[in-house]
T-cell receptor, first 114, second 115 residues
C-alpha cells in the first residue's frame, strides 16, 4: 500500500521569505508524485508533478519540487512567497501500474504573514 | 475550455431528501471521478468512471449513487444521507483513467450540509 506523510500541519512564514513544505511517501512500487494547492472554499489545483526524468520539477506560481528516491521525499519549495500563496498544500501519489487513485497526504497549511 | 464545473456550489438537505450533484467537463476527458473531502482532511476517492462506465467503487454506501449519462457529464445522486456525510464533494477528470501523464483536473466542489 502507498502512504504519504506531510509532517507539518501548518507552516507560518513572512512574505518574501523562502519556504519548504515537506512530503515523504512510502510505496513498494514505483509511483507518480504530485503537489496540489487548495485555496479556501475551492477545489484542488495542480502545482506540479513528477512522472520520470529530471528529479527537479518546476511548477506554476514559482514553485518547484525535488524528487529524492533514496529518501522517498518530494519536498516543495518557493524562494520568495507572497500573501496570495496562503492556502492548503497537498502532496499526493499514485501507483504507476494502477494510477487511477490519488492518495493524498494530510495537507500543510501555508500561512504567509506581511 | 479547461475547467470542470460543479453545481450547485452549496447544498443543504434534510436526511429524507433526494438531491443530485452535477459535474461537467468539455475537455474530451474520458475518465471522471468523485472525491469526498471532510473538513481539515485530504480528499478521498469515492468513484471512478472510465468511458462512461463505472470502473471503481471504493466501498461507498448505497445512499450515494453515481451516474454518467455521457462523456461530459457526471452526477452523484444523494438519498437518505446522514449528518456525517456533510463534506465538500469534488469532481475531477483526466484524459484517460489514471493520473498518468496529465494528472487530474478538479472542480471547485459542492459543499454539502446534511441537517
Amino acid at each position: 500500500a502507498q502512504s504519504v506523510t506531510q509532517l507539518d500541519s501548518q507552516v507560518p512564514v513572512f512574505e518574501e521569505a523562502p519556504v519548504e513544505l515537506r512530503c515523504n511517501y512510502s510505496s513498494s512500487v514505483s509511483v507518480y508524485l504530485f503537489w496540489y494547492v487548495q485555496y479556501p472554499n475551492q477545489g484542488l489545483q495542480l502545482l506540479l508533478k513528477y512522472l520520470s526524468g529530471s528529479t527537479l520539477v518546476k511548477g506554476i506560481n514559482g514553485f518547484e519540487a525535488e524528487f529524492n528516491k533514496s529518501q522517498t521525499s518530494f519536498h516543495l519549495r518557493k524562494p520568495s512567497v507572497h500573501i496570495s500563496d496562503t492556502a492548503e498544500y497537498f502532496c499526493a501519489v499514485s501507483r504507476m501500474d494502477s494510477s487511477y487513485k490519488l492518495i493524498f497526504g494530510s495537507g500543510t497549511r501555508l500561512l504567509v504573514r506581511p | 475550455d479547461t475547467e470542470v464545473t460543479q453545481t450547485p456550489k452549496h447544498l443543504v438537505m434534510g436526511m429524507t431528501n433526494k438531491k443530485s450533484l452535477k459535474c461537467e467537463q468539455h475537455m474530451g476527458h474520458r475518465a471522471m471521478y468523485w472525491y469526498k473531502q471532510k473538513a481539515k482532511k485530504p480528499p478521498e476517492l469515492m468513484f471512478v468512471y472510465s468511458y462512461e462506465k463505472l470502473s471503481i467503487n471504493e466501498s461507498v454506501p448505497s445512499r450515494f449513487s453515481p451516474e454518467c449519462p455521457n462523456s461530459s457529464l457526471l452526477n452523484l445522486h444523494l438519498h437518505a444521507l446522514q449528518p456525517e456525510d456533510s463534506a465538500l464533494y469534488l469532481c475531477a477528470s483526466s484524459q484517460e483513467e489514471g493520473t498518468g501523464t496529465y494528472g487530474y483536473t478538479f472542480g471547485s466542489g459542492t459543499r454539502l450540509t446534511v441537517v
